[in-house]
């Protein structure tokens, strides 16, 4: 079974600040998707990246996926209040299967 | 679209009774999911369904918990006996095929 490694675990910034998430793993991603869980809610799917070296945006933030298909990095420039929460990424384990990283979560402070 | 909905949001019980999590996915949809959150081991796959049968249930931690789906528009988490270390928020997601999956916004179980 793949292992996802999140690093940090835990991010506190001030508004304004950039950032970024790292997801890893020894083995190879067939694709690797990135959610973003709010307090009291459920995750939601940001980014689904398929191509080693794939660079996608979503208004400020990042996505890479390394060229090996080994690690993933999520940077967010200028963050803001609303993005605080917990980020995971997740790799398909099977079929339909997701694996999940532990999460880093970032709080953003005024 | 109404989402991934489930009930009830808060469960608090005591050890050694029967919980019931309910889950109606998004219309549609033909792969259900259900989760548990903690903050030890983080969110885990428990069991998984494609047009309503059972396909994995390998991360069902043990037999006090079972999981159905007798049609496509509900599906049910049992855990009987409940115990204190089953304490968690448990999600239901639901996808089409593989594409993405939607998660409902869980439901916080706590057992005294």
């Known amino acids: 079974t793949q292992l996802l490694e999140q690093s940090p675990q835990f991010l506190s910034i001030q508004e304004g600040e950039n950032l970024t998430v790292y997801c890893n793993s020894s083995?190879?991603?067939?694709?690797l998707q990135w959610y973003r869980q709010e307090p009291g809610e459920g995750p939601v799917l940001l980014v689904t990246?398929?191509?080693?070296?794939e660079v996608k945006k979503l208004k400020r933030l990042t996505f890479q996926f390394g060229d090996a298909r080994k690690d993933s990095s999520l940077h967010i420039t200028a963050a803001q209040t609303g993005d605080t929460g917990l980020y995971l990424c997740?790799?398909?384990?099977?079929?339909?299967?997701?694996?999940f990283g532990a999460g880093t979560r970032l709080a953003v402070h005024p | 679209d109404a989402g991934v909905i489930q009930s009830p949001r808060h469960e608090v019980t005591e050890m050694g009774q029967e919980v019931t999590l309910r889950c109606k996915p998004i219309s549609g949809h033909d792969y259900l999911f259900w989760y548990r959150q903690t903050m030890m081991r983080g969110l885990e796959l428990l069991i998984y369904f494609n047009n309503n049968v059972p396909i994995d249930d390998s991360g069902m931690p043990e037999d006090r918990f079972s999981a159905k789906m007798p049609n496509a528009s509900f599906s049910t988490l049992k855990i009987q006996p409940s115990e204190p270390r089953d304490s968690a928020v448990y999600f239901c997601a639901s996808s089409f095929a593989r594409e993405a999956q939607y998660f409902g916004a869980g439901t916080r179980l706590s057992v005294l």
């Open positions: 990246v398929v191509t080693g070296g």
């Open positions: 083995s190879v991603f067939s694709s």
């Open positions: 997740a790799s398909r384990g099977g079929y339909n299967k997701l694996i």
